[in-house]
């Protein structure tokens, strides 16, 4: 394969996202997927939409770090959205998942993408941002779509793959791939390098 | 659902394209898929982007046309690439697959896709576009690809929804789902009113 010099490491993802392991896979490289504790995904209040990224990816890599021997390499990802200076994470019930669609609908927001690439004794933290734009939802749709598909695990309340994303996205910039959870052209090319 | 009142039809597409059965079903309506003969994708001409999409799409809804009954609605579409004054069609062969990719590489391309949708007393044909950025690829990369996806059944000589499409590309505007062949906001939309 075309990134042969990381087979000297394994490849370890740290991730529960089924979307983030289908990611990883399309790059073509063996990993292992481990899963540990939830780490609460709070950051210190001055922080701004790219630093949070980083800083939530880099936090979930510091729990596994311990424990990383020198043929590993650690990958970690965390995803957010942010839409007029909201950040939104995780929503906590359907009350909140409807809200944050609501806040999208007829809206464009930010889907930032922290990537954490660590080895034992070499780190690369960064991060990737698309531009999504929302179609006005009715009422109807949003209600259909969190009841039918309960969007709790995702930033933001919706997963672009999901039905959601194919009758109301209208346009991307950016990568499609970074607002699904990884970015794996910017993944490609730092393993290229590292 | 929320597209109910198409209920009343019988939905059909006739594409040979997995991507647009894939495609279609994300959006939760029942169909059926019918593949007719290979219609040659020829086109006069005088027609641009666009106009050649739109033609294609209808040239290939026409061939089932005659055998329209009333309780049926049929959906074609037809993707094209165009890049500096260039239209791309399927790559005849892996030379032809390698010089397309080749010309892709590294720079900015527009994908079009036209969709004609036909029922027995209303046609409603329309485009969307998409445009494509790649980075610049290898020879190795190129050859890698087409020799392990084979891409002979996709304009342009790639998925972006395969390993190309992951490692290589850097940004999209416009609709992802366009690039893999299928508007679908657009169709929902125009099955909204229709």
Redo the contacts between chains.
Sequence with gaps: M?IDHIRKYKVILASRSPRRHQ?LS???IDFEVIVGNDVPEVYPDNLHDEEIAIFLAELKARSFKPELDSGQLLITADTIVSINGEILGKPVDRTDAVRMIELLSGQMHKVITGVCIWSVNKKISFTDISSVWF?RLDE??IT?YVDHYKPYDKAGAYG?Q??IG????????????NVMGLP??RV??ELKKF
């Design positions: 075309l990611l399309g790059l073509g179609s109807e749709e259909w672009v999901e039905w194919y009758i109301g996205i209208d346009r991307v910039e950016g990568s499609f791939f794996v052209h490609y090319e």
